[in-house]
């Protein structure tokens, strides 16, 4: 798993963005598995996907569809606790979750 790791992120992010008929659960399956690619493997979450699924994250908690908002809140959280317990220098995740955690997503 470790070789293709870059390769399993991409593919399970590929599908956030899915909206057939299948009412959120495919966006929930996807918003479930991000806290467990970072734990997986933290440091390759926090240098290549860190920013691309807080941003997301942050949308789908930001949205009234399908019921992903509370999923999507958890993930949040999830990611935070993982990211920091992961690197030799807090601060440094803290400055990357503090500019996604940003206002102006929520100004909509």
Do not use: W
Not at 83 to 108: D, M
């Amino acid at each position: 798993m470790h070789n293709r790791y870059r390769e399993v992120c991409e593919n399970v992010l590929r599908f956030r963005d899915f909206n057939k008929t299948d009412k959120g659960l495919i966006r929930r399956t996807v918003i479930s598995l991000m806290p467990m690619l970072a734990e997986f493997d933290s440091i390759e979450f926090n240098s290549s996907q860190l920013s691309v699924c807080m941003t997301y994250l942050l949308d789908a908690a930001t949205h009234k569809k399908e019921d992903v908002e509370r999923s999507a809140f958890l993930a949040i959280g999830q990611i935070a606790q993982v990211s920091q317990a992961s690197t030799s220098c807090p601060q440094e995740n803290s400055i990357t979750l503090t500019r996604s955690l940003s206002l102006p997503h929520f100004a909509r």
